[in-house]
């Protein structure tokens, strides 16, 4: 499967936005016209102040060995108090970025973060950023985070999210070390639930990991520990906007708008399964 779910781990002000924006530049996921700073913080204190407090999934297409791979990357706080959103999006992914900043070296808290993705088995890609700063210790970092994941200093890779050097051989490894999703063939539809948001209009969104089968539109669901169902709305992924889908697969991240307005229904680690498969 040409699919590469993963995650950024990053200590706060450590580049990880500036960054994900250059992800979405090179691969055309957002326009030139339109790009901005922090694209995927939507939030306007996110904005304000520099940080991210929400996660966010975006899908982006990289090609890769004359492939097209679907690259989905849930964008998450860099601030250990929003360390459960983090580990949240840890579940929903096979690989994640330890971002490191060149100038200040590796923080405490992103020893944190490192551990929840190490316990969850998943692929470790190490970054130095902001490889352009004048006071850059690029050689002493790199050796530091070779040390840290007993790695060849060679399989840590250098970029700025300023000026996107870097960038695209970051995707490049992205397709070639974070392995594709393992998906089982001819079961129903599961999908866990990793962040969910109201909207007065279409009642609860969540935003789920495909883990088995296909979901669309008029499908009938049922969260698996709220025991409640609804049809379904409308199925879509994030390119950040929303974008309508025919369907979601295993191994694809995307949203599902259900229609409930029902406060309390959705929870996060939650899983959506189809009603006439509930036994």
């Known amino acids: 499967m040409h699919i590469r779910n993963f995650s950024i781990i990053a200590h706060i002000d450590h ?3 500036t ?48 492939e097209e791979y679907q690259l989905n990357l849930i964008d998450t706080p860099g601030h250990i108090d929003f360390s459960y959103e983090v580990s949240r999006a840890l579940k929903a992914v096979e690989g994640v970025l330890l971002l490191v900043d060149s100038t200040q070296g590796i923080q405490a808290q992103t020893l944190t973060t490192l551990q929840m993705a190490r316990d969850n088995g998943l692929a470790i890609i190490p970054v130095l950023t902001k ?19 007993s790695v060849p200093r060679e399989s840590v890779l250098a970029v700025s999210g300023k000026n996107g050097t870097g ?11 974070i392995p594709a999703p393992v998906v ?11 962040d969910f948001e109201y909207s007065n209009h ?11 089968g296909e979901v669309k539109k008029g499908d009938r669901l049922r969260f698996a520990v709220a025991k409640k169902s609804f049809e379904v709305l409308e199925v879509g992924v ?10 979601i697969s295993a191994g694809e991240i995307g949203y599902v708008v259900t229609g409930i307005k029902e406060p309390g229904v959705a929870s996060v680690g939650d899983t959506l399964v189809l009603e006439k498969a509930v036994v």
Do not use: W
């Open 15 to 17: 580049g990880k936005s």
């Open 131 to 149: 490889i352009d700063a004048p006071h850059a210790r690029i050689d002493e970092i790199t050796t530091s985070l070779a040390t840290l994941l």
């Open 202 to 212: 279409r009642g609860v969104i969540v935003f789920i990991r495909c883990v088995d």
């Open 167 to 177: 960038v695209p051989e970051l995707l490049t490894e992205i397709c070639e070390r």
């Open 19 to 66: 960054l994900a924006d250059r992800m979405l530049e090179v691969t055309h996921t957002v326009e030139a016209r339109l790009m901005r700073a922090q694209v995927l913080d939507s939030m306007d204190l996110e904005r304000e102040r520099g940080i991210t407090i929400k996660m966010q999934p975006v899908r982006m297409h990289y090609r890769h060995n004359g």
């Open 238 to 247: 994030l390119h950040p906007e929303e974008v309508k889908v025919p369907s």
């Open 184 to 194: 089982s063939v001819g079961v129903p539809f599961r999908g866990l639930i990793f």
